[in-house]
């Protein structure tokens, strides 16, 4: 945790309402995993700037070209090998302890959520570290298994093996979608961090929240096409931020004072 908390640009009227909230819901996005130097998807240093999502993200793609996606995301995976949840992801690990009912949904596939600590994550997007068997469906979480070479991994039924993230055009997991649109209607404050907001459903999360009356604070380097309906947004690093956000629920009781 920032031992100098930033400042938030909020009032204390605000801060005390938003520290009054009980079930807390943070949507992630690749920005607040751009800070344990792993790549965005978005912008003009994006991985969708020098790839094409068609190609390498979507059936379509793996069917013409399996041996290419199979080395991308053999790729990423070996990225992740070495990355650690940067100071964003230990702040929502605090988070969740402080505030009585809390949900991390993520459409981030790094599993770093998981890695700093935090509980209850919702997976929107599958995780990279895993592989989904085409023939039996079985996901395997297992580091053994590789995408390398013209070799194809196969699942213990013989059916081959792909990564186990959602690729474009294909549903989301039912019951994660399904567990963060409940938590999206049962909120009293949704935090939106380090997301562009483009992608759906997870993009519909923020207004749902919006809809029922929660307070919404985005956390981004950059305006969003959602910025303009977020109760608050607050420019700058996901990891400073949320620091500073988490340490006044640490301190509540004074910033009730206020
Ligand atoms: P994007 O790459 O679309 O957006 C990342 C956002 O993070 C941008 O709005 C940046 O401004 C912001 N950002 C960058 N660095 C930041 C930082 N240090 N602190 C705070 N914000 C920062 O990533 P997502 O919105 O996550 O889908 O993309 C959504 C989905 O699109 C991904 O899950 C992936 C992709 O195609 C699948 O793989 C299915």
Not at 107 to 135: P, W, Y
């Amino acid at each position: 945790m920032s031992s100098t908390p930033i400042s938030l640009g909020l009032s204390p009227a605000d801060i005390g309402q938003i520290v009054s909230s009980k079930r807390v819901v943070a949507l992630t996005g690749a920005g607040i995993s751009a800070e344990s130097g792993l790549a965005t998807f978005r912008g003009k240093d994006g991985i969708w700037a020098k790839m094409k999502p068609q190609e390498l993200a979507s059936i379509e793609g793996f069917m013409a070209n399996p041996a290419l996606v199979r080395e991308w995301y053999q790729h990423r995976r070996d990225m992740l090998s070495t990355a650690k949840p940067a100071s964003g992801h230990i702040a929502l690990v605090k988070l969740e302890q402080l505030v009585s009912q809390f949900t991390l949904v993520t459409q981030n596939v790094d599993g770093l959520h998981a890695m700093a600590g935090s509980q209850s994550i919702v997976e929107l997007h599958g995780n990279i570290r895993r592989t989904l068997c085409f023939k039996c469906g079985a996901e395997t979480e297992s580091a053994s298994i590789e995408f390398r070479g013209g070799d194809i991994p196969r699942c213990h039924c013989g059916g081959a093996l792909r990564p186990g993230v959602v690729w474009f055009g294909e549903p989301l997991p039912e019951q994660a979608l399904e567990s963060a649109i409940h938590a999206a209607m049962n909120c009293d404050l949704f935090l939106t961090i380090g997301t562009s907001a483009q992608v759906y459903p997870a993009a519909s999360l923020p207004e749902i929240a919006i809809d029922q009356g929660a307070i919404v604070i985005e956390i981004n380097t950059e305006e969003t096409s959602f910025t303009p309906q977020a109760t608050h947004h607050l420019r700058g690093s996901a990891g400073e931020l949320l620091s500073s956000l988490v340490n006044l629920f640490e301190n509540r009781h004074e910033s009730h004072r206020v």
